[in-house]
């Protein structure tokens, strides 16, 4: 099974900041086929990045991803009031049943 | 408009049974893949179980593999897990989510949710 391990645990961050979010798999992910998703509380995941970079629909160009192999990075270039939620990436190299979530970096107020 | 609707989410004591169900609308859900994918209270999120757009193929993590079943009705456009020999660490809000393209297991569409709490 891929471990992913998502730092820093929780970003504090004002308005108009830059965030910086990393994912790290304990072996290399096949095609980049990393997601990323944002959940705000008490609400269903939201679809953000898939195959590492691709941005899904309606999703504001301040998100991208990058990333290969092992380190993935989801940034948001300048942080508006209803980005700050918390964010889980997904590997999905591995077909079901290896299909694993990163711990999620909450991504809050300063 | 796509809508996963989930329901039967409720409190059930260890050992209990319990059957959830997902209605599909909004799309032609015999063309998807479908998951469940579980949040226990403040955690994160973990995949449970995976069903092809026919049926025929199906995958379970390694923690309820043998307890739950995943099946899904087309022609009702509807999504089942049946949850058997319930145990208090299956304690967590149930998603059913949208496989965007066969074949690559992420997930574009979402339902809101049902809490399953396993307590005596």
């Known amino acids: 099974e891929i471990v992913l391990t998502q730092s820093p645990g929780t970003l504090s961050l004002s308005p108009g900041e830059r965030a910086t979010l990393s994912c790290r798999a304990s072996?290399?992910?096949?095609?980049?086929?990393l997601a990323w998703y944002q959940q705000k509380p008490g609400q269903a995941p939201r679809l953000l990045i898939y195959?590492?970079?691709s941005r899904a629909t309606g999703i504001p160009d301040r998100f991208s991803g990058s990333g290969s192999g092992t380190d993935f990075t989801l940034t948001i270039s300048r942080l508006e009031p209803e980005d700050f939620a918390v964010y889980y990436c997904?590997?999905?190299?591995?077909?079901?049943?290896?299909?694993?979530f990163g711990g999620g970096t909450k991504v809050e107020i300063k | 408009e796509v809508q996963l609707v989930e329901s039967g989410g409720g409190l059930v004591q260890p050992g209990g049974s319990l059957r959830l169900s997902c209605a599909a609308s909004g799309f032609t859900f015999s063309n998807y893949e479908i998951n469940w994918v579980r949040q226990a209270p403040g955690k994160g999120l973990e995949w449970v179980s995976y069903?092809?757009?026919?049926?025929?193929?199906?995958y379970y993590a390694d923690s309820v593999k043998g307890r739950f079943t995943i099946s899904r009705d087309n022609a009702k456009n509807s999504l089942y897990l049946q949850m058997n020999s319930l145990r208090a660490e299956d304690t967590a809000v149930y998603y059913c989510a949208r496989d965007r393209t066969p074949g690559y297991y992420y997930f574009d569409y979402w339902g809101q949710g049902t809490l399953v709490t396993v307590s005596s």
């Open positions: 195959g590492a970079s």
């Open positions: 072996q290399s992910i096949s095609r980049s086929y």
């Open positions: 997904q590997q999905y190299g591995s077909s079901p049943p290896g299909l694993t």
């Open positions: 069903i092809s757009s026919s049926g025929s193929t199906t």
